[in-house]
């Protein structure tokens, strides 16, 4: 069965330190997402891309933050300068549409611990 | 987003049944019904979704109320496989962008 794959599993890195978080998603999936949950709390949405552009960001998702479709395959998400409350997983996801009546597909995440 | 409640938790043996309730009691005419679960250290997977009609697949069923105000998440036969953190999820046919917005969902234990 296809799936979302996400690396790294674990990265630990020094606050004001550069991230770069990948994702391959499914092949032929057109949209592209990336989620976070904080140690114990929500999932939240952060960013939704389409067409080589962001079609939707949340609040989260301020200048720190960026994501690219460099090739056909990959999806990165970018955090400039770490802070220690960017500490969490990271969910890349994808699907097939932008219809609400569709599945998102989600990788296992990219833990990120903030020292 | 029109927004759902669930039980915090909830428990269950191994090869029984189990109804996940979500009340919805703002939802609109065109507000699906979305049920993901997230097993532990994963990421979060769909199970099902349904707007009006009972819905049945391979994972678990969607038993959505008349007057769609509630919905239930039915697991035929729980196994400790199934233990995890269970969301519904109202999602509009059109606006409202392609975002699932997951709040706290019920955590199901699952016992031999």
């Known amino acids: 069965e296809p799936e979302v794959t996400q690396t790294p599993s674990h990265q630990v890195t020094q606050m004001g330190q550069e991230v770069i978080l990948r994702c391959v998603p499914i092949?032929?999936?057109?949209?592209f997402y990336w989620y976070r949950q904080i140690l114990g709390q929500k999932v939240e949405f952060l960013v939704s891309?389409?067409?080589?552009?962001?079609?939707?960001k949340s609040e989260i998702f301020d200048d720190q933050f960026s994501v690219e479709r460099p090739d056909g395959s990959n999806f990165t998400l970018k955090i400039r300068s770490t802070k220690l409350e960017d500490s969490a997983m990271y969910f890349c996801?994808?699907?097939?549409?932008?219809?609400?009546?569709?599945?998102?597909?989600f990788g296992e995440g990219s833990r990120l611990t903030v020292l | 987003d029109a927004k759902t409640t669930q039980p915090n938790s909830m428990e269950s043996n191994e090869e029984e049944p189990v109804h996940l309730p979500c009340n919805h009691s703002?939802?609109?005419?065109?507000?699906?019904i979305h049920w993901y679960r997230q097993l532990p250290s994963q990421g979060p997977e769909y199970v099902i979704h349904?707007?009006?009609s009972n819905v049945n697949n391979r994972m678990a069923s969607l038993a959505i109320a008349e007057d769609r105000k509630s919905s239930t998440l039915i697991l035929h036969r729980a196994t400790l496989r199934d233990a995890a953190v269970y969301y519904c999820?109202?999602?509009?046919?059109?606006?409202?962008?392609?975002?699932?917005?997951f709040g706290t969902g019920t955590q199901l234990k699952v016992e031999l």
């Open positions: 703002t939802i609109s005419g065109t507000d699906y």
């Open positions: 092949s032929n999936h057109l949209y």
């Open positions: 996801a994808s699907s097939v549409f932008e219809t609400n009546t569709g599945e998102l597909f």
């Open positions: 999820i109202l999602r509009p046919l059109t606006g409202g962008g392609n975002k699932l917005t």
């Open positions: 891309f389409y067409n080589n552009e962001i079609s939707e």
């Open positions: 349904g707007l009006t």
